[in-house]
């Protein structure tokens, strides 16, 4: 079974939201996040959680460093991302 289908056959089995600040949806443990948040990440943020990703780690729960640091990335990416939004809608009340 590769990825894609090891992905696709897992389901909700646990609590685990998506993980976008604020995001409340609750997604399958084998998925970073819900479908309009993880397509709102920069395809090549998406491509390296996706290449970091390794089968079973949501139910071993041992992440590679390599993966807790692609994820961090992409927190920092959306805390960036939630500014640039955030800034021209207060500069047009200016
Ligand atoms: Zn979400």
């Not at 604020?22 to 395809?43: D, E, M, N, S, Y």
């Not at 949501?58 to 991302?81: C, D, G, H, M, T």
């Amino acid at each position: 079974m590769n990825k894609v289908q090891y992905v696709r056959s897992q389901g909700q089995f646990q609590d685990h939201g998506c993980h976008w600040p604020g995001c409340t949806r609750q997604v399958p443990p084998a998925k970073w996040g819900c479908t309009p948040h993880w397509f709102a990440l920069p395809k090549d943020l998406r491509d390296r959680i996706w290449k970091a990703y390794v089968p079973g780690q949501e139910i071993a729960k041992n992440p590679s460093p390599a993966y807790l640091a692609v994820a961090n990335e992409a927190q920092q990416w959306i805390r960036e991302f939630l500014e640039r939004k955030a800034v021209p809608a207060q500069g047009s009340l200016l």
